[in-house]
């Protein structure tokens, strides 16, 4: 059976973290595919403060290109009105008939997906590999785990993942002050945002 790991996400800009969790989650999880797919309309955030979904669908493309297990999905980019996540998984699971599919978040995200649009298809649809700070036994956590397993029948599998201190917002804001990101990303995201003048 393929192992396919989803990791969605703004991505405004997608950085070095981001790709760091991918790649860790393949190896954790013995995934055969990550696909990076890069939100539509999340009826979660401001849409004026993201760029647009070609722009940054361009740029999750750069990013994955010199990775074989990478791939980048426009599922959400195309998709009309706002982005669920239990729509994702049903339009992937035909696309990839009999695939496995793992959905990687992060810690957190397991505190939130409750009040999520039909949290049981989401469960229900995927594994959930949560990234936990390595290091960084949270009893509230793995109780929390707990929780979604006996309540949805969750699958969660909880991933050792360190602590990195990379956010897409302080790289917005180096850009616009005018300081490197050079290492925050990948070296040919970095020259994407340059050339289009992008988050100035």
Avoid at 94 to 121: C, N
Avoid at 136 to 142: R, T
Avoid at 148 to 164: C, E, M, S
Wanted: proline letters at 4%; aromatic letters at 8%; charged letters at 20%.
């Amino acid at each position: 059976m393929t192992r396919i790991g989803i990791l969605g996400g703004t991505f405004n800009p997608i950085h070095n973290g981001h790709l760091l969790l991918a790649e860790m989650a393949g190896d954790l999880l013995a995934l055969d595919r990550v696909l990076l797919i890069p939100s539509g309309c999340s009826y979660m955030k401001d849409p004026g403060t993201i760029l647009s979904g070609g722009l940054r669908l361009s740029m999750a493309r750069l990013a994955a290109a010199d990775n074989p297990r990478f791939a980048v999905s426009d599922v959400e980019i195309r998709r009309k009105g706002n982005s669920y996540t239990f729509e994702t998984l049903d339009i992937l699971h035909k696309l990839y008939p009999g695939a496995e599919l793992f959905h990687i978040v992060g810690a957190d995200t397991l505190f939130q997906m409750e009040s999520w649009k039909y949290p049981e298809r989401i469960f229900q649809g995927s594994v959930t590999a949560a990234a936990v700070r390595e290091g960084f036994a949270d009893s509230g956590l793995q109780e929390q785990a707990e929780h979604l397993t006996r309540k949805y029948g969750a699958q969660i599998r909880l991933i050792p993942f360190p602590h990195v201190e990379i956010s897409s917002t302080a790289i917005r804001e180096k850009v616009r002050a005018g300081q490197s990101i050079r290492y925050l990303v990948p070296e040919s995201v970095r020259q994407f945002i340059l050339q289009n003048d992008l988050y100035r």
